[in-house]
């Protein structure tokens, strides 16, 4: 049975009894996802938002219906969310949803993410990553829906031939971890599925370092644990919930001896997301294409954490440890093709990234948890 907060009644627009046209959002409760739901609402887009989550990484309060991030978009937005807790593993679940709603295409973030934890638990990472996704293409070729766009990541460029790393960089190549692995195989699957029926069309979104979080502070990154990325770790320390940060190396090619990478605002990386969503519209723009989105800036570790006290006020312990097995020493994106395919560029500063973190963070602990 389908759980979820709405009837099972098709959605219709009111007046002339159609139904209203949807994009379908897996994993829209999580971090990324959930700023792209709150980008498309504020950008008053035409379409009705699906999301499917299965709350795997994101809470719900006790009582609630809704994950507490797509509650309070929609307190923020003043719109309405409609949302399925459903696993993309379960077509049956899937169909129901595509039957219901008119959907017009899939924005799918839904995957497992911990790169450490993949290398332990492989098999849950390809279930989900690779056999969900797969799951979720036949359910949209069964609905008759091609229209794409994937959470890729510039992890699929493995360690980098040159700087800055454009799309036509080799990939899967010395890649580490399941995860990583993951990305690249399921590149790869949208490549021989456009090749197979030109209806289809992809846009493969590569990620260079998402941090920060909604300039209302209300929603942002709350990951489950002890945090794996730099941005949540220093931020969990700021706030006093870590005591200091390991730097994991400082005898790297970099200029000050430690990793280096393109961070990009979460707001601006969801924006990259509404840009793709119009290509998908365009005619002609069938087949597959893998876009950065980054900013083309690199910063180190030790540049991050001086911004970061500028931005909270606070000082952030550190001491320099041993690199971490499967860390590049740097890499940022050419963002040249984003910009000429999806008019899309990066404006927020790493300034903004610190600051929307920490007001984020300062206000919420411990995530959403109440
Ligand atoms: P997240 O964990 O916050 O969001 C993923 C969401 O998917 C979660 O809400 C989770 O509950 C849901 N989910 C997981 N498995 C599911 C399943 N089987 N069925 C339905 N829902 C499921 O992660 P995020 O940081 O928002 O990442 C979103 C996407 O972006 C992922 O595909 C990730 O691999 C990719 N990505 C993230 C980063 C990053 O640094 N955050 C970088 C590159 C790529
Ligand atoms: N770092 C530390 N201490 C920490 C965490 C990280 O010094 O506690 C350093 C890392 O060594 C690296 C930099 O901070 O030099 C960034 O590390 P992150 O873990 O934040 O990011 P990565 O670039 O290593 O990887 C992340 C995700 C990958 C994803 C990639 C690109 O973990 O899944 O960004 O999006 F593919």
């Not at 994993?27 to 009705?48: D, F, M, N, Q, R």
């Not at 077509?91 to 709603?101: C, D």
Request: charged letters at 20%; hydrophobic letters at 35%.
């Amino acid at each position: 049975m389908l759980q979820s907060c709405d009837t099972m009644q098709p959605q219709t627009n009111g007046t002339n009894g159609t139904m209203s046209s949807s994009i379908l959002i897996t994993g829209g409760a999580g971090y990324i996802g959930s700023h792209t739901v709150a980008v498309l609402l504020e950008a008053s887009t035409p379409h009705e938002l699906v999301v499917v989550d299965n709350l795997s990484n994101a809470h719900r309060e006790q009582g609630q219906k809704k994950p507490e991030s797509l509650r309070i978009v929609e307190e923020l937005t003043g719109k309405n969310i409609h949302f399925y807790d459903a696993d993309i593993r379960d077509a049956e679940k899937l169909s129901e949803i595509f039957n219901k709603h008119n959907i017009e295409c899939v924005i799918h973030f839904a995957a497992l993410k911990a790169v450490g934890e993949s290398v332990d638990k492989p098999l849950e990472y390809y279930q989900v990553n690779i056999s969900g996704t797969c799951t979720l293409f036949d359910v949209m070729r069964k609905h008759g829906v091609y229209k794409l766009v994937y959470s890729s990541s510039c992890t699929v460029y493995g360690e980098p031939r040159k700087l800055p790393i454009d799309e036509a960089h080799p990939t899967g190549l010395g890649l580490t971890s399941p995860y990583g692995k993951s990305k690249y195989f399921c590149e790869e699957i949208m490549k021989d599925i456009c090749r197979s029926d030109p209806k289809w069309t992809v846009v493969s979104l590569r990620y260079f370092n998402p941090v920060g979080a909604h300039l209302s502070g209300r929603i942002g990154e709350d990951p489950a644990g002890t945090p794996n990325n730099l941005m949540p770790y220093i931020s969990q320390v700021a706030v006093g919930r870590l005591p200091e940060l390991q730097v994991f190396g400082n005898n790297y090619q970099t200029s000050d001896g430690t990793g280096v990478r393109d961070y990009i605002h979460v707001v601006d990386l969801a924006a990259g997301h509404e840009r793709a969503v119009r290509l998908l519209q365009q005619p002609g723009a069938s087949g597959f294409h893998a876009v950065n989105l980054g900013t083309g800036v690199g910063y180190s570790v030790l540049q991050m954490i001086k911004a970061f006290e500028e931005a909270s006020g606070r000082k952030i312990p550190y001491k320099i440890v041993g690199r971490r097995p499967g860390d590049i020493s740097e890499n940022y994106a050419d963002v040249s093709l984003s910009h000429r395919l999806l008019g899309w560029r990066a404006t927020r500063t790493l300034e903004d990234m610190c600051r929307d973190t920490w007001r984020w963070q300062s206000a919420h602990p411990n995530g959403f948890k109440s």
